[in-house]
């Protein structure tokens, strides 16, 4: 059973914000849900993570709701190097990263 | 501060042969993580180390596979008699010791892409 559902594909136009979901319907208190992404022929780069309360950092802002059954990412201006597949984890503090298929983000000119 | 390196970045072995993949940690990183990207699908978790010990390698398969993150130097990923299928990216990650236990926040490295000819 996948923890998380992410949308398979999604474009974005140059500059403006990129808001990618992610359901986690059966998350546990005590698990955290982590966002990576990995641009083509990259290694995956961790992006954001939180457990109840909202976070920003440089990167993009995390929205975690109070339920806390979903969350979004929010890239604030999406740029053309922003393109890449954008994977949210639900994992406990001391488990190893799985990643599922992600979503697919495009950013359009 | 460099990054998490991993060499060969591509690396070619006809079948039979074995292939050596180096991954070495961002300084004072003690946790290694190796995962496995077959063409055109996901990251598959394969192996999680600490300096001189495998804690976590239920994604190892069962034979030709082994790692280790010895005291001194690189962590090694070693796969014996190479198939076709063994072709794929291998990226290694690392993480710092943490004094909270969590470990969801990996450095990975840019990977080594192995084709079996």
């Known amino acids: 059973d996948a923890k998380t559902t992410q949308p398979t594909s999604m474009d974005c136009a140059e500059g403006r914000a990129a808001n990618l979901p992610c359901n986690h319907s059966t998350i546990s208190g005590n698990e955290y849900v982590y966002w990576y992404r990995q641009i083509h022929s990259q290694g995956p780069q961790y992006i954001i993570h939180g457990l109840k309360n909202n976070e920003t950092n440089e990167m993009a802002s995390l929205i975690i709701t109070e339920d806390r059954k979903s969350s979004t990412l929010i890239l604030p201006h999406a740029t053309l190097r922003d393109t890449a597949v954008y994977y949210c984890i639900v994992i406990l503090g001391n488990e190893k990263l799985t990643f599922g298929t992600g979503t697919r983000l495009t950013i359009i000119p | 501060n460099a990054g998490v390196m991993q060499n060969p970045r591509h690396l070619v072995r006809r079948r039979g042969q074995e292939a050596r993949l180096r991954c070495s940690p961002m300084?004072?990183?003690?946790?290694v993580y190796w995962y496995r990207q077959l063409p055109e699908e996901g990251l598959k978790f394969m192996v999680y180390?600490?300096?001189?010990?495998?804690?976590?390698e239920s994604g190892m398969p069962k034979e030709r596979f082994s790692a280790e993150f010895p005291k001194e130097g690189p962590s090694i990923l070693r796969i014996q008699q190479v198939v076709r299928g063994d072709s794929a990216a291998y990226f290694c990650?690392?993480?710092?010791?943490?004094?909270?236990?969590?470990?969801?926040?990996?450095?990975f490295g840019e990977g080594s892409r192995l084709t079996v000819l």
């Open positions: 300084k004072g990183h003690s946790h």
């Open positions: 990650a690392s993480s710092p010791m943490s004094r909270t236990g969590n470990t969801g926040e990996l450095f």
């Open positions: 180390l600490q300096k001189e010990n495998i804690i976590d």
